[in-house]
């Protein structure tokens, strides 16, 4: 059952980093999935909050890196720990045929710490915030950071989705936490 896993798992890999591969975003994903792309955007976050909402901001804040934290922590050093499964840029058997487009690294693959962290931050802001203009762009946000780390070789598809839907888990539970003992107008 898990070689036909993997060998599905593989056959995405595939549609996605070579069937789809083009200039546009052979430049645009390593850009989309750097973490120092959007540096500016979370100190402008940080900064609104904390100006506009003064302490229920600082709360909301705390409450958004504790999410993300959490969601880092899980999965990068307990969940890769426990399976140990080779980045498919690490992967002797596999690495010839994808295309690389950023530094491999040498961590574990599953699950993806990008897409949990992005989509814990996604679905905590969803639901911590009353604005209901930024769940859609959001979830296309951290959307696309996930796909751009198998579009640039890093991760298999199953590492995103299972690390997607680690973050959502997340992201709910820090924003029902959130909601019951700071429940603030934002």
């Not at 593989?10 to 591969?21: A, Q």
């Not at 709360?59 to 498919?88: G, H």
């Not at 070789?153 to 590492?159: A, E, I, K, L, S």
Request: with cysteine.
């Amino acid at each position: 059952m898990l070689e036909i896993l993997q060998h599905i798992d593989e056959h995405l890999m595939l549609l996605v980093n070579i069937s789809l591969s083009n200039p546009i975003f052979d430049f645009l994903f390593p850009i989309i999935r750097n973490k120092y792309t959007w540096l500016p955007l979370y100190l402008a976050v940080v900064l609104f909050f904390a100006i506009k909402y003064k302490a229920d901001g600082w709360k909301w804040i705390f409450f958004l890196v504790l999410t993300v934290a959490l969601s880092d922590y899980i999965s990068a050093s307990i969940i890769k720990q426990i399976f140990e499964r080779l980045r498919p840029c690490n992967n002797q058997t596999f690495v010839d045929q994808i295309n690389t487009l950023v530094h491999c690294g040498r961590g574990y693959s599953f699950v993806s710490s990008h897409a949990a962290n992005h989509f814990a931050l996604a679905i905590f802001s969803i639901n911590s915030l009353k604005l209901k203009s930024i769940r859609i762009p959001i979830v296309i946000w951290a959307v696309a950071i996930s796909i751009a780390q198998v579009y640039v070789g890093v991760h298999y598809p199953f590492d995103i989705i299972m690390g997607a839907f680690l973050g959502i888990l997340i992201g709910y539970a820090t924003s029902m936490i959130h909601k019951k003992y700071f429940s603030i107008v934002l």
